[in-house]
């Protein structure tokens, strides 16, 4: 028979404490050679990857695999799950595994000629490697600091062509890459698990790792949560009801889309380890709990009625709300779309915090559950928003300024009131164009839309021709200008080719890849276009400055788009344009015309 | 207190009898040979310096080398191009050549702080230029003349190029040849070209690395450069030169980014060896100071690589900021200027007249060979530990010189304060600094200036206020380092700081090393593989 003492069953265990299990800081969020806590293997998300892998592996034709990315990013987990398959390819080949290269920040003279070792059978002039490939799990760092350390220690030679493949694969920016043998790389494999998108639709790892925030789930994070069963404090339970909400399909909807912002924002995914960390910061509201048990927490707030805490850590504030967040829950909490410029985030702001009542009704359609055990957190919140107590206790201050917020966010995060970012919706739409073909009409759109940004930032627009400065000409009264057809495809553009499946299709296939920037070409300069910086480019459209970390942004576009402009004035053929900015602006454009073997200049006054 | 107390009052702190004779010092009988009026300060210390150079426009730095490197022939001033420019232009159905020669005058002429017309210096975008074109200066009757150089002639190339035994022929008919070439032209080139040819009559110039070198040579620039001679001061920070310079050649870049960049890494390599020649000179100076009153050295050093040198890492720098951002008086980038600026390089003139002084006492004493005008006060600091005999003979010596420095500048009263000073090698460089006072910015920090306080165009330098200097790269110094230190290569974070530590350059403290990844981050030369700080790794772009 179990043991209620206070509030719940401690002889169950702790639903709290295992969320709190999940963040980053806990002891059993890093993957160890590929040895999974029970805890992690129990909420492990199979998206198939092991299985891609091994039937590849089993396809033949191979020398190595490699599973690579950064931190976080599952490598130790995915090759842990492979080897742990019975009659897996490696079975009685344990010299050519290396589960965790990818461990290690620095490799240290053991671990380098290990890593020297384990290359060796597919060095330059080694005999075909009978049986399974070498398979390692090695995070991108180790891959360019091991081959660093051989050149430093006159060793890289036997290794060129390996480095040189893996450098191609992984877009290391190294002179080797370029020397990459396609016969090589075809037999090597690299699944780089930076290139597995992890947020984004239904089926996304993260949706479906918060799914698994679901309590009542006997697989998931809370394993069934039993103790909840015996708990008195459930309606002052933010954590139980947070997750609760969270795992509801609408509701990972909204966060996913939110973490999908953000990858878009950094133009890379988001690592497993980073979402796990965030979903369980979600969860616990951004609370902190000290040492015990974590439930003793939430008994002590229902026995001081702590309104305050009940406010601050339920789902709607959380992370929006508070200060000092940790990791990626943190940039989440940022993008609070009750600050962003749109209508009618500011008409349901100004009708909140008026009528308690009709605040709690908000609250609760938005969010409540459909019994009183369900999400009961919210309705407690709900009563005391009603009755006032809430008020009270986090003051009128806060309730004209917080309130209004908090049920615009609950409405948000139901899914019932999305917030329109056109901006956003033609990036991801031009993404899942290149995605598909390389390119559609949603990706000329953002081009032409760069080629605006680009003419009015660096340069002058006149009668549809654009006119590029041919060097650096800060502050200059009288300064030239080049006339450059930006034409997609030709003077710029997005590339035609996605480098990533170019360089690694295979790879980028088995990793299920889809990208999150769109790769820019200008004048033979790679200019990465994450959403973030088509953002500024799309304001600087609408004539907005940008911010001083912004112009760093610019600073390699400006130097793009001068190549353009000192490209395009080298043929002379081309027009110029002088701009004289003395008194008001005066453009003369200048052509070179050359009529029958005679050359004459035209110079014209256009403005 | 006239000359012969004052040596008293060394004879008795001393031991050692001194006496003074026109033109020649006794210190215990042994003679040391005092410089004749007006030629005490002796500012050639050529091993390492060619030249005692004066603050100019960085811009001239190619401009003279161009000019040196072709024939002599006469040339017309620049000013008069630049008035004639519209009038020049020949281009059949161009109207308003007045726009276009404006237009011309902001792109091939450097326009001073002072935004003067009349100080604006034509730009050597094209070999042609420098040799059919002197830069004008207005003499006091307000008439146009050729400006005289101050800051380095030709001669400066082919001294940093110095390969070990002789100058890298090959790297300098490189820089020449990308001076000189005839393509990458616009409209505009073509148009500013023609008409500066029309003027001129010149024929195209032929440049010759050999004939730079040989104007140095027959200079006397060199020979101190030869092992025989001792060697260069430096010779890894020479050898970086060559390797950037090398580097910069392979940029596609158009001609005058290309102008540009090869004057900066000159710039940024001139600038760091600046401080880090005056940084080590005070070194050895007080490695002779110690050495005489006999205590070990507690700030010695290797030499013999970049990464060891004292300067390594010395200039502690903020990343760049676009925009106002403040500076505190206590912030290591600020700190680390006034301890190189004030400090260091300030004393750089009267410190090599002191070392100089140093040479001809030791010579004396020690029957060694004078190595004045490449003065190695190093030599001297190990001289003097070995021998103990010598110290106070050397210290009387010193003391002695530093009464009849002080006396011969006409500050008697110094001369007298100067007498109790001690011991005599310290007594001789104060003596020195003091009575230089006045003019030790004109061949020190002016040129450094000249060369790295340029924001927004390459800057070591910035400045908040009026005279509030710092360490503080800007983007384009940045995005030079990068290329000059990755080379084409992806290397570590920490190995590209190793990089920067050659020239001298750390991030001012951890908040900036992080700063300055983050910076590097955003412009897309750097990239982090991990969580990890050590997976962080700097790469070029193109």
Known sequence: MSEVVGHFDRAKPSPISMVIAMLSSASESVVVAGKLTDHQASVAIDDGLADRIVRRVESGDLDLVVISGSAGDGKSFTLGSILARAGNPWEGYADRVIEDATHSERPEQAQHDRLKKFFEPITVGRPPLSGPPLVIAMNTGMVIRFFDELRVTGEFEPYRELAAGLFAALRIPDRVAREADPEVTSRILVVNLDDRPTTGGPDSFFSRLLEMFDPSLDSGVMKGAERCGSCTVRPWCWVRSNAEILSASDVRATFDGLANEVALVRGRSLSPRSLWDAAAVIALGAARFGEGDPCDTIAEAAARQDWQRLWDHALPNGIFHLDEVPGLASELGHRDPTFRADKHVHEEVAKAGIDAAQDARTLLAALGGRMNTERSAINTLASGLQNGELGKAIGPHSVSREVPRALVRAQWISGAAPVADPVMSMFEEALEQYAANDGGPAVDAIEDRVGDALARSFGESIGGEHFFRTGRQDGRDVAVYAAVELVAGRSYGVRLKDPVKEHNSEGAEIAGYRPLVLPLEIEDIDVTLTYGLFRLLDEACDGRLPSAAELEQFYSLGRAVTALGSQAAQDQSKPIVIADRREGLRLIRIQLVDRRGSRRYRQQEVL | ?542
């Not at chain 2, 006239?2 to 031991?15: C, H, K, L, P, Y």
């Not at chain 2, 050397?394 to 002080?406: E, I, N, P, R």
């Open chain 2, 1 to 542: 207190m006239n000359i012969e107390d004052a040596f008293q009052v060394i004879s008795s702190r001393t031991g050692e009898s001194i006496s003074y004779e026109t033109g020649l010092l006794r210190v215990a009988g042994l003679a040391i040979e005092v410089p004749s009026p007006g030629k005490w300060d002796d500012l050639h210390a050529r091993h390492a310096l060619p030249y005692s150079a004066r603050g100019e426009a960085r811009e001239n730095l190619l401009y003279r080398i161009v000019q040196d490197a072709g024939e002599n022939r006469t040339r017309m001033l620049d000013a008069d191009l630049y008035a004639k420019l519209p009038s020049a232009i020949d281009a059949p159905g161009l109207l308003n050549t007045e726009v276009v020669a404006d237009a011309m005058r902001r792109e091939y002429w450097w326009a001073p702080s002072s935004g003067r017309s009349e100080d604006y210096q034509l730009l050597p975008f094209h070999a042609e230029l420098p040799i059919s074109f002197d830069h004008t200066s207005r003499s006091k009757d307000g008439k146009n003349k050729a400006a005289r150089y101050k800051m380095f002639e030709g001669y400066i190339l082919p001294f940093l190029a110095w390969d070990g035994t002789e100058p890298d022929h090959q790297l300098i008919e490189s820089i020449l040849a990308a001076i000189s070439r005839d393509d990458k032209f616009t409209l505009l080139d073509e148009l500013f070209l023609q008409a500066a040819r029309a003027l001129s009559d010149g024929e195209a110039p032929e440049l010759s690395a050999s004939e730079l070198i040989r104007r140095a040579q027959r200079g006397e620039m060199l020979a101190p450069l030869i092992p025989a001679a001792g060697g260069p001061f430096c010779q890894p920070s020479l050898d970086l030169f060559r390797r950037d310079m090398r580097t910069v050649l392979t940029f596609d870049l158009s001609r005058a980014e290309l102008v540009r960049a090869i004057t900066l890494v000159m710039s940024l390599h001139l600038a760091t060896y600046y401080y880090r020649f005056s940084l080590v000179l005070a070194k050895e100076i007080d490695a002779v100071v110690n050495a005489v009153l006999g205590v070990p050295d507690a700030d010695s050093y290797e030499c013999g690589s970049l990464s060891l040198c004292p300067l390594a890492g010395s200039i502690k720098f903020r990343s760049p900021s676009n925009g106002f951002r403040p500076v505190s008086t206590r912030s290591p980038c600020r700190q680390s200027y006034l301890d190189l600026d004030r400090d260091r390089l300030l004393a750089l003139s009267a410190n090599i007249v002191t070392a100089n002084l140093f040479e001809r006492t030791w010579a004396a004493l020690a029957g060694e060979p004078a190595s004045e005008g490449a003065p190695r006060p190093a030599r001297i600091a190990r001289g003097l530990s070995a021998n103990p005999i010598l110290r106070p003979l050397f210290d009387a010596a010193t003391a002695a010189l530093a009464v009849l420095y002080a006396q011969q500048a006409g500050a008697g009263a110094l001369a007298e304060r100067v007498a109790h000073r001690s011991p005599g090698p310290f007594a001789l460089q104060s003596a020195v600094l003091q009575s230089r006072r006045s003019r030790l910015k004109h061949t020190s920090r002016d040129v450094v200036n000249q060369l790295a306080y340029r924001p927004g165009e390459g800057t070591l330098l910035r400045r908040n206020g009026r005279s509030l200097y710092y360490f503080e790269v800007d983007d384009d110094m940045l995005f030079l380092l990068v290329k000059l230190v990755c080379a084409r290569r992806t290397i570590p974070y920490e190995r590209f700081l190793d990089g920067l530590a050659e020239y001298g350059l750390a991030p001012q403290d951890e908040e900036e090393i992080e700063a300055l990844a983050n910076t590097l981050e955003r412009v897309g030369m750097l990239d982090r593989y991990s969580d990890a700080g050590e997976s962080t790794f700097v790469h070029d772009v193109s």
